[in-house]
Nanobody
């Protein structure tokens, strides 16, 4: 499944951005979708995940409060609303999807078998 990301860009500290991710095949079976990010010189980290139903969302403690993941009217879409952005949020943000089996550890990269190319988010201070 190909994932198509959009919405990245340059924003001032304190601003907001909304990232979008959609699968190339709306009929594909998706068990969960997630966002990860990777800053220069750092490992990729988990940002948020959402179950296929859109009911369950998951965040690491460090992301709670400013970031919100949601799904679209089409189940194979996911959004990441990012508010009160800080310079340390600067990173490449990747969308990921689990299509093979039920995702049991939403924060683990290994749970996802499809990845987008990434979209750059730059927060200026």
């Amino acid at each position: 499944v190909q994932l198509l990301e959009s919405g990245g860009g340059l924003v001032q500290a304190g601003g907001s951005l909304r990232l979008s991710c959609a699968t190339s095949d709306p009929s594909s079976r998706i068990y969960a979708m997630a966002w990860f990010r990777q800053a220069p010189g750092r490992e990729r980290e988990f940002v948020a995940a959402i179950s296929w139903s859109g009911i369950n969302t998951y965040y690491p403690d460090s992301m709670k409060g400013r970031f919100t993941i949601s799904s679209g009217s089409r189940k194979n879409t996911a959004y990441l609303q990012m508010n009160s952005l800080k310079a340390e949020d600067t990173a490449v943000y990747y969308c990921a999807a689990g299509t093979d089996t039920i995702v049991t550890a939403p924060g683990a990269e290994s749970e996802y078998d499809s990845w987008g190319q990434g979209t750059q988010v730059t927060v200026s201070s």
